[in-house]
């Protein structure tokens, strides 16, 4: 308890005393208040008790995911754990749920208390595509006595889509590839003049918009083209 957390208000006869602990301080402290007229001292003395009072963990927001079906399992890292504040010393156990176990069934938390840090691993099933809400838990052991928190969540969304189909069709000398897009994934058009070869040349870098596009490009006198959409 620092003696500038007392403070004195009032006039005359009639005065008070404010008093602000230090932030996240516990335990008891005695208070002593004199009253001078210059000539006499007078002072009473008693105790503050401070209790403490368990805050939540900390968990770091956790951004969207999107992700192409059947494609392999994805770690997200954890960041910005701990018990808070710095003499909290508890243990911390992390939990996360899905809103959809069809799409996402187990979500797997890899975690060692107090490391700052950890991961967690989603693995949607074979041929599912749809969205689930992943919430992640930071638990305490300390419990939510006299009004304590014990835990804090983040949630975010895993969106699971079809792969493209690509579909092609010429116009005059125009080939317009048109396909179906996901918000916030890029889609790189490139292609070879022939299968066995492993250098794809990029044609064009389309941002997704949940829509269909349609890209024209140029009909040249090669033989033939394949052409591709890769997903980033």
């Known amino acids: 308890m620092p ?6 208000g009032g006039l005359e006869s009639n005065r008070t005393v404010t008093i602000l602990p230090a932030t996240n301080q516990f335990g008891t402290a005695t208070i002593t208040i004199t009253v001078s007229d210059g000539q006499i001292d ?25 992700v192409a079906r059947n494609s392999s399992p994805r770690i997200v890292h954890l960041t910005g754990i701990t018990a808070r504040p710095e ?23 890899t975690y060692s208390s107090p490391d700052p840090s ?8 074979t041929d599912a595509v749809g969205s689930s809400v992943i919430t992640v838990t930071v638990r305490d052991d300390t419990g939510t006595f006299d009004g304590g928190q014990d835990r804090t ?25 048109s396909f179906e897009t996901v ?6 058009i490139e292609y070879v003049d022939a299968l066995g070869q492993t250098n794809w040349t990029p044609v064009d870098a ?27």
Not at 118 to 125: I, N, S, V
Not at 153 to 166: E, I, K, R
Not at 169 to 174: C, F, I, L
């Open 183 to 188: 918000l916030g994934k890029t889609y790189l």
């Open 87 to 109: 003499n909290e010393l508890q243990n911390l156990t992390i939990t996360a749920v899905s809103s959809n176990p069809d799409l996402i069934p187990f979500p797997t938390v």
């Open 206 to 232: 389309i941002p997704g918009t949940g829509a269909s596009v349609t890209v024209p490009v140029s009909v040249l006198t090669a033989p033939c083209r394949f052409y591709h959409v890769r997903i980033e």
């Open 42 to 66: 007078v002072s009473t003395t008693f105790n503050l008790t401070i209790n403490p009072i368990n805050h939540p963990p900390t968990l770091d927001p956790l951004p969207d995911l999107v």
């Open 153 to 177: 969540s983040q949630a975010f969304n895993v969106t699971v889509f079809s792969p493209p189909v690509l579909e092609i069709a010429q116009e005059d000398g125009t080939l317009r590839l």
């Open 118 to 125: 950890g991961t967690l691993m989603l693995a949607p099933l």
């Open 3 to 8: 003696n500038t957390s007392v403070v004195f």
